[in-house]
């Protein structure tokens, strides 16, 4: 099912084809209303990104987005199809890829190991016949993935702990190795909720150069959720503000820096 112009409101002539739509996505927690007709558009080879004071139903739409929680009502739409009812095993293996606020990493496995953990739901063939004959083709999707993996431990700042148990590594190090383990298996949507909490000052740079090396060389759409408001508009080409579950002002970061409703509600003016 497509969704029309009219449900999510007029665009741009101009404007591309949206990659993930939100339509009128409503959330509910018994008689507390997290989102309430939330409609927004999110498009290929943009980062865009979503404030909002605590509570205001940021991360419950990433829930909602991602299929983790089902909303109440309204519709997500990706690449044109009603994925609603589309399982979050499902969304991650066709491109819709997040992070999470508390650290998510496999302590037990290295770092590397944990990086690869993403691909590997693509298999190679031949089962455990395959893999104890170290049949060819096996040996050559491994070789692969592995280089694939030296490619983002690299892009991500944390080649040098291939090997390391992620249970060691730091709070501003494993969110690297999530972000990693997101963008191995080549995103087209890219979900991130609160990354550079607990990165310090050269990580948050760090990762803000890997947000647009993503963005250009995978040209995927990217949705940040970030407090530190500064570093969401040194980094986002268009901002999303939200309050109470709705949204109260979207446009360039100057425009929402801007905007009255949001200095009122969000920079406490």
């Not at 009128?24 to 004071?53: H, M, N, Q, W």
């Not at 104890?132 to 490619?151: H, I, M, N, S, Y």
Request: proline share 4%; charged share 25%; aromatic share 6%.
């Amino acid at each position: 099912m497509t969704v029309t112009d009219a449900e999510v409101g007029e665009r741009p002539a101009e404007r591309r084809t949206p990659l993930l739509q939100a339509v009128k996505v409503s959330v509910r927690f018994g008689g507390v209303a997290a989102l309430t007709d939330v409609s927004l558009d999110f498009y290929a080879d943009e980062v865009c990104g979503l404030i909002g004071p605590n509570g205001a139903g940021k991360t419950t739409f990433f829930d909602s987005i991602s299929g983790i929680r089902a909303p109440t009502s309204g519709r997500i739409v990706y690449d044109g199809a009603d994925i609603t009812s589309r399982s979050v095993t499902w969304r991650a293996r066709h491109g819709i890829r997040r992070t999470f606020q508390r650290q998510q990493v496999f302590g037990w496995l290295s770092v590397e190991d944990n990086i690869m953990a993403a691909t590997e739901w693509r298999g190679g063939g031949g089962g455990l016949a395959a893999d104890l004959v170290r049949f060819p083709t096996r040996v050559k999707w491994e070789q692969e993935r592995r280089a694939r993996v030296d490619e983002v431990l690299e892009l991500c700042g944390i080649a040098d702990l291939a090997k390391v148990p992620a249970a060691s590594l730091p709070l501003g190090k494993a969110r690297m190795a999530e972000m990693a383990r997101a963008i191995v298996d080549h995103p087209r949507v890219l979900l991130l909720d609160e990354p550079t909490s607990g990165l310090e000052e050269s990580e948050v740079e760090k990762f803000g150069e890997s947000i647009h090396t993503v963005r250009r060389e995978e040209g995927c759409a990217v949705v940040l959720i970030e407090h530190d408001v500064g570093f969401v508009m040194r980094q986002s080409d268009r901002v999303v503000a939200l309050n109470l579950g709705q949204v109260l002002a979207s446009g360039s970061p100057e425009e929402v820096r801007n905007d009255p409703a949001v200095v009122e509600a969000y920079f406490g003016a």
